[in-house]
């Protein structure tokens, strides 16, 4: 699920201010944050 999302905001990001690192950036934090919190323990 995570991963999905994660990618989700990877492409919307780049497309919405074209910028690689942004996109690449933004993705990962999503992704991290994410997997933290809906991963059980």
């Known amino acids: 699920m ?3 999302i994660a990618l989700a905001v990877t492409l919307g990001l ?3 201010r074209h910028n ?7 993705g990962t934090a999503v ?3 994410l997997a933290t ?3 059980p323990h």
């Open 31 to 33: 992704h991290v944050a």
């Open 37 to 39: 919190t809906l991963t």
């Open 20 to 26: 690689a690192v942004l996109s690449i950036f933004g």
């Open 2 to 4: 995570a991963p999905a």
């Open 14 to 16: 780049h497309h919405w």
